[in-house]
């Protein structure tokens, strides 16, 4: 096992105006899981194809364990790579699929067929090892390709989106077996996806990228808890933080007719910058539903005319719209499933204060601690 480490690495394709990747700093430990997440286009993918030998590193290097790999060809890396489209020989039985690459480096065939067998058992592919790939399911196809990975013993896993092609259902299983194989073989994994749920259910840490630059690494926790700035914020969770450009005021900020308080360390940051305004980050699940007679005296609720509402069962996320500085602002509030309000209908809801998220508007960059 390995551990992987861009220092200031950079892509930048031919022609292009700017890097694909721009001065990636990031550590992965030995056996760790890390996923790249981000919208299309962030850069997660060049990573990864970095990392593998199939991208120009055009800036800085990139090490597997204590070796520079910057340069060296993609079978001298010792990785396995997990493609989006399985990547399997058609004309090849699941058992030749799994221990083709074993078998281009000469092992003999009594180990290679130990070791498939033994794979194929792990991932619940030993009813399948005579069948071709056209007999199998979207799921069993991915978990094939995970078992051509593994047989290799590789000292880091590279998955770009495998899951990508199967339904919602066989992701969610898909998924959590995927995990639960990496902490059992305890091999380092990089792992990328554009679905940030699946980035947080799966991964030791995440990394989100925009524009190819690392917007903010840690825990999915902490990331979830404290957004290193706006774009990170909007980004993790779903339905995403509610982001609302406020007024600063001497005692906090106001959520409509409501002063919300805020940590006076925060409130100098924003005046230090010289901000009349700053962005107030709030989740759906931190917002809460008041009856008018219900609200304390200090309290008047941010009025929301409801447009939408999502009903999940044990719980609904009603979509409506709020004026804030007499402008209207999409807001999202998650309430109980059985307590829905119409379409149409104004509700009131209260921020959670010691919930509450603030950010600089002119930079996006966190303020409160």
């Known amino acids: 096992m390995a551990s992987v480490t861009y220092h200031q690495a950079t892509c930048t394709y031919k022609g292009a105006s700017r890097p694909s990747v721009d001065a990636l700093d990031l550590e992965i430990a030995d056996g760790e899981f890390l996923v790249l997440v981000g919208p299309s286009g962030c850069g997660k993918t060049t990573s990864l194809r970095m990392v593998a030998g199939l991208e ?110 199967l339904d919602a259902k066989l992701r969610v299983q898909t998924r959590t077996q995927i995990a639960s194989l990496q902490r059992r073989l305890g091999i380092t994994t990089v792992y990328v996806t554009h679905d940030q749920v699946e980035a947080m259910t799966m991964g030791d840490r995440v990394a989100v990228l925009r524009d190819g630059v690392l917007q903010q690494v840690d825990t999915p926790r902490t990331m979830y808890d404290r957004p290193a700035n706006v774009f990170v914020a909007g980004f993790i ?38 901000a009349a305004k700053v962005t107030l980050g709030v989740r759906p699940e931190h917002l809460e539903v008041r009856a008018p007679d219900a609200l304390a005296k200090t309290e008047s609720g941010l009025p929301i005319v409801v447009d939408v509402v999502e009903e999940l069962g044990a719980d609904a996320y009603v979509y409506g719209t709020a004026q804030v500085d007499h402008e209207p602002t999409p807001i999202v509030v998650r309430v109980p499933g059985r307590k829905v309000p119409g379409k149409g209908e104004t509700v009131h809801v209260v921020a959670r204060t010691d919930e509450t998220h603030l950010f600089s508007t002119r930079t996006g960059e966190r303020l409160t601690d």
């Open 237 to 274: 969770g779903s339905p995403a933080m509610n982001l609302v450009d406020t007024e600063l005021t001497a005692d906090g900020v106001r959520f409509g007719d409501t002063v919300l308080p805020v940590p006076r360390e925060a409130r100098e940051r924003a005046s230090a910058e010289g």
């Open 56 to 165: 120009e590193v055009t800036g800085g290097s990139i090490s597997i364990g204590d070796r520079d790999v910057t340069f060296l060809e993609p079978k001298e890396r010792d990785i396995a790579m997990v493609f989006q489209n399985y990547g399997l020989y058609p004309n090849m039985t699941v058992a030749e699929n799994m221990g083709f690459a074993l078998k281009i480096a000469g092992v003999d065939k009594a180990t290679i067929r130990a070791k498939v067998e033994e794979t194929a058992k792990m991932l619940d592919l030993d009813a399948y090892l005579d069948r071709k790939p056209k007999a199998l399911s979207g799921g069993q196809r991915q978990r094939v390709a995970m078992g051509r990975a593994i047989v290799r013993e590789p000292r880091v896993f590279l998955m770009d989106e495998p899951l990508s092609n």
